[in-house]
């Protein structure tokens, strides 16, 4: 058997070992089922939404805006008839 690889003190893990490292850790995760607080997830889906609440209702055309922005003063002045 030949001797392990180390690149700057680090062991390098096989392949194979690499694998098999792998496949045991998504095991785990796999199957690994923590303790679920049925209690606060009945009280979170239970819980009034923010989005129940009635809106402020918006109307649907916005206030007319002073047309005056100056353009036409401008125009009229560039154009020399100002």
Do not use: I, N, W
Request: hydrophobic content about 25%; overall charge neutral; cysteine-free.
């Amino acid at each position: 058997m030949p001797p392990r690889q180390t690149r700057k003190g680090v062991d390098v893990m096989g392949r194979g070992r690499a694998k098999a490292k792998q496949t045991k850790v998504a095991r785990e995760l796999k199957y690994y089922s923590p303790d679920t607080d049925l209690s606060a997830l009945e009280r979170e889906l239970h819980a009034p939404s923010p989005f129940d609440s009635l809106t402020k209702r918006v109307a649907d055309t916005a206030p007319p805006t002073d047309d005056d922005d100056g353009y036409e003063d401008y125009g009229q002045s560039a154009s020399g008839k100002g």
